[in-house]
């Protein structure tokens, strides 16, 4: 795989995006050009061969629960949903990552998004909650829950992006540290 460095504080411009690396990185990787990166990206539905690479990013994601891989697959064989983002370039698959999604009825939970750090902030989060939206959508699912630690303002904003609202705050709800968890909805009837 090609790579391209960027230095701290420089910027990597595109058609559409701009990015802003921060300062506590050195030197970053970036796989090139990215313009190529975009287009490259698919989501998907996970495969068994996905499921080390899900672990991993659950492992590095900061998700405070931790699933199994039968938890997964339970999920996945029972009217739920796992969504992968791959990344493919010259003939290399990455699963840089993925979304799990819990399905009661006409409601459904996000209970599980982590993108690889490396490739955050180049659409892989937006894909995967916007695939999952459509999806709920030709579900005839009404609603989508999810929660999100108040402190983490980068999901909040990508969430509101994507049309999620704030439904309420429940205090206390996360431990290391703790802090409360925003409850936050998306209505697919709206969805046109």
Known sequence: MVSVWFRVGKLAQTARNTFR????RALLPVPAPVDKLE???KV???ISRDMPSILALQAGGGISESWREADYMRLAQSGGLVLVAQLDEESLATVIGFLALRRASD???IVALAVDARYRRLGAG???????CEWTRSQAIASVYLEVRASNTVARNLYSAVGFRLHYERKDYYDNPQEAACVMTFNARFLD
Do not use: D, I, N, Q
Request: charged share 25%; proline share 10%; with cysteine.
């Open 21 to 24: 690396f921060p300062l506590s």
């Open 39 to 41: 287009l490259a990206m």
């Open 44 to 46: 998907r539905p996970f």
């Open 107 to 109: 409601e459904a939970e």
């Open 126 to 132: 937006r894909a995967l909650v916007c695939k999952t």
